[in-house]
């Protein structure tokens, strides 16, 4: 059985390049991605979580709410009673990753993160 993993882009933000990215390498190492498009609110999220079943939530930001709409994403998801693993990528400065992860995030990725190591980090937790 393969692995769900929903991508989603919260916010206004309108540049999804790299979760279209990340959505690919995650496909072509045999996850299943479930990609909701632009311009999602957390309460969306939450409901694709659910009605897709997933292990796993990768969220992408650059707009600078990463503060506000992700931990916000983490709630409304876990508000409908699952806990997927959670992940997070985009342009978040390295003094706000500490926050995220008390929000809920297991991992960060930052500009220029390699693709192999997203798909290396959801095989060995989702593998656990």
């Known amino acids: 059985m393969a692995f769900r993993v929903l991508v989603a882009k919260p916010g206004l933000d ?3 390049r790299g979760a279209k990215v990340i959505a690919r390498a995650l496909r072509d190492a045999g996850f299943e991605v479930i990609y909701t498009g632009l311009h999602q609110t957390p309460a969306m999220i939450a409901r694709a979580s659910v009605d897709e079943a997933v292990d796993a939530v990768g969220l992408s930001i650059l707009s600078g709410a990463h503060l506000t709409l992700l931990p916000q994403v983490v709630e409304a998801v876990r508000a409908e009673g699952i806990a997927p693993l959670f992940f997070a990528g985009g342009v978040i400065p390295d003094g706000d990753i500490d926050a995220l992860k008390v ?9 220029g993160s390699d693709t192999r190591d997203v798909v290396q ?4 937790r989702l593998g656990e």
């Open 103 to 111: 929000a809920g995030f297991d991992r960060v990725f930052t500009p």
């Open 121 to 124: 980090f959801l095989q060995d």
């Open 14 to 16: 309108g540049h999804d």
